[in-house]
């Protein structure tokens, strides 16, 4: 078993991630199914075999790894696709997940982002972010964003990311981008750099501990446009993890200035579709005085209701809205809509 083989074939059976377990064949995920791209299982010493030839690739050692128990990095395949890595110890062996990031930058019309997400470029400072589970696409819409922020004006957009997934090209902004660990220890520390380094846009690839969630905060206070990353389901939710993410003695501080900077959620699930394939569900909150108000005084609990009315007048997307609208037009069966849904029993009344 090659490395380089296994992924041409995830790549030629559309897969979006393939695993490489001992015990088990290499296994890849293909619209959102998990199928076979070797014959025999592996063994310890296989996986192992093929996790070294991926560091070779990548010119990479492996201290990260030993130090850790896992390691993150990313590489490409001449003229075939990146692949963000990550190798972790599992059991006393050796284990990976690659995840497929294709040459270029995306399209969003043919991911089916909405306008209402990109037109939210628009604008000039304050914090945008992007929520959902592992594997939603949180990636994929922030590299959207970034890349009509540098085709439509002039500035200095840095990227911070752990690893770097899309490579942009300069446009009509100049682009850094700052991997972690590699040009920078941490997250947090690449961003407090990176206030230094004159930007007008920051990407941060997750926020990951609070260190980071004040820091991106006072860069959003001072002026600039940061978008960002949180593995939470929901935009309500979402001001929540952050603020839960602070001491208590720090939160009505936090909920503040968070309710001053925070110009908007966007939430995102995959659906499986109807045929095979899956589906992108969004939720957008885009950040008016009422939404402003309930944060500040700690009332998160009634946004998702400022949601709804407002997707009503088209300034911002209700998750539930979004799969009951699919799920009438037949792209996505009633039980996934019922499933994936923040309020399933309204939901099933409105079916």
Known sequence: MELMQLLKKTLELDGSDMFIVPGSPVMAKVHGAIQPVSEERTLPADTEALIDSAYAMCRRDKKM???????????????????????????????????????????????????????????????????????????????????????????????????????????????????????APTFARALRGALRQAPDVILLGEMRDHETMQTAITAAETGHLLLSSLHTVGCAKTVDRIIDAFPPNQQQQVRVQLSMVLRAVISQRLVPKVGGGQVPVFEVMTINAAVQNMIRDGKTHQIDNVIYSGAAGKEMLSMDNELFRLCKAGEITRENAILYAANPDMLKKRL
């Not at 390691?71 to 599992?90: A, G, I, K, P, T």
């Not at 050796?94 to 969003?108: I, S, Y």
Request: proline share 5%; glycine share 8%.
């Open 65 to 183: 790894l030993e130090e850790n128990g896992d390691d993150d990095f990313s590489f490409s395949m001449e003229h075939m696709s990146r692949f963000r890595c990550n190798v972790y110890q599992q059991r006393g062996t050796l284990a990976a997940t690659f995840r497929v990031v294709a040459f270029g930058l995306p399209d969003p019309k043919k991911l089916l982002i909405p306008d209402l997400v990109m037109d939210l470029t628009s604008m000039k400072s304050g914090m945008i972010l992007v929520t959902g589970p592992a594997g939603s696409g949180k990636s994929t819409t922030l590299a959207c964003m970034i890349d009509k922020i540098n085709q439509t004006r002039g500035g200095h957009i840095i990227t911070i990311e752990d690893p770097i997934e899309y490579l942009h090209s300069h446009k009509k902004s100049l682009v850094s981008q700052r991997e972690v660990p590699n040009d």
